[in-house]
């Protein structure tokens, strides 16, 4: 059982457009991550959320907390091909000693 | 400041033989985390460590894997007697605090067995 689902697991889009990648669980995080992955490379953390209804802004990315601190979105506005990657969020368990699981990712590909 | 230093970045091993795989953790850090990760698939948890014990390896495979991190010197990934279906990117991550979260992780060591 997948403790963090994140939707969609694949995504493609022309640049420009906008979307959105969720993180679910019925779970309790004292914090979440966000990070991106390049093809060959490692996970690269973009932000870190721990208040519940927290936004960020990251340039053209916007992160937010749900309220209960059990979701987070990722909100990319005029996608670039540069965006193109796998997001993958993470959360640290409140219920699990605060032990951090990843969801399984979602793979993005911008189109020129 | 120097990030996670993972070497080699690349291991060809044929089947039987041993791979072992480096990790030297940021500067400051002393929490270690290794991931596998398969082509087209996301990261699998394999164990937690700190200096000198190993905290969490409920995803360490029972046999032929083995993981440690001494109290001077990288975190070392061995495992021994490798088979075709070890091939994979193993990633090191590294943190700060007691707890397990913000983790950092390094360029990966994909290893391949012929």
């Known amino acids: 059982t997948q403790l963090l689902e994140q939707s969609p697991q694949f995504l493609s889009i022309q640049e420009g457009e906008n979307l959105t990648v969720y993180c679910n669980s019925s779970s309790v995080f004292s914090s979440l991550q966000w990070y991106r992955q390049e093809p060959g490379e490692g996970p690269v953390l973009l932000v870190t959320?721990?208040?519940?209804?927290e936004v960020k802004k990251l340039k053209r990315l916007t992160f937010q907390f749900g309220d209960a601190r059990k979701d987070s979105s990722l909100h990319i506005t005029a996608a670039q091909p540069g965006d193109t990657g796998l997001y993958l969020c993470a959360g640290a368990l409140v219920a699990g000693g605060f032990k951090t699981i990843f969801g399984a990712g979602t793979r993005l590909f911008v189109k020129a | 400041n120097a990030g996670v230093m993972q070497n080699p970045r690349h291991l060809v091993r044929r089947r039987g033989q041993e791979a072992r795989l480096r990790c030297s953790p940021m500067k400051g850090h002393s929490h270690v985390y290794w991931y596998r990760q398969l082509p087209e698939e996301g990261l699998k948890f394999m164990v937690y460590?700190?200096?000198?014990?190993?905290?969490?390896e409920s995803g360490m495979p029972k046999e032929r894997f083995s993981a440690e991190f001494p109290k001077e010197g990288p975190s070392i990934l061995r495992i021994q007697q490798v088979v075709r279906g070890d091939s994979a990117a193993y990633f090191c991550?590294?943190?700060?605090?007691?707890?397990?979260?913000?983790?950092?992780f390094g360029p990966g060591t994909r290893l391949t067995v012929l």
């Open positions: 959320v721990v208040t519940g209804g």
């Open positions: 991550a590294s943190s700060f605090g007691s707890s397990y979260n913000e983790q950092f």
């Open positions: 460590l700190q200096k000198e014990n190993i905290i969490d």
